[in-house]
């Protein structure tokens, strides 16, 4: 469902970047937008699936900090 509630556009791009084999540079020139735009676009769902999946941060916003090392936060 969290997929459906995307473009159509952000709908193909997610697939093709983590199912499928097309390229961005390809997804690109099949919509007519720059390579920039499809990146927006998929960080745009990502974002989106990791909001309605209530995490607070995803790899396109960036890692929470795992571990540290000793010393690091004293």
């Known amino acids: ?3 459906a ?3 159509e556009r952000q709908q193909d ?3 093709e ?4 084999n097309e390229s961005h540079h390809a997804l690109a020139e099949r919509y007519g937008v720059t390579l920039r735009t499809i990146q927006k676009e998929l960080q745009r769902a990502v974002e989106h699936c990791a909001k309605r999946l209530g995490r607070q ?3 396109a916003t960036g890692l929470p900090k795992l571990s540290s090392k ?3 936060d004293e």
């Open 5 to 7: 509630e995307l473009t």
């Open 13 to 15: 791009i997610f697939y």
């Open 17 to 20: 970047t983590f199912v499928g």
């Open 1 to 3: 469902a969290t997929l």
């Open 57 to 59: 941060k995803s790899f």
């Open 70 to 72: 000793q010393g690091d």
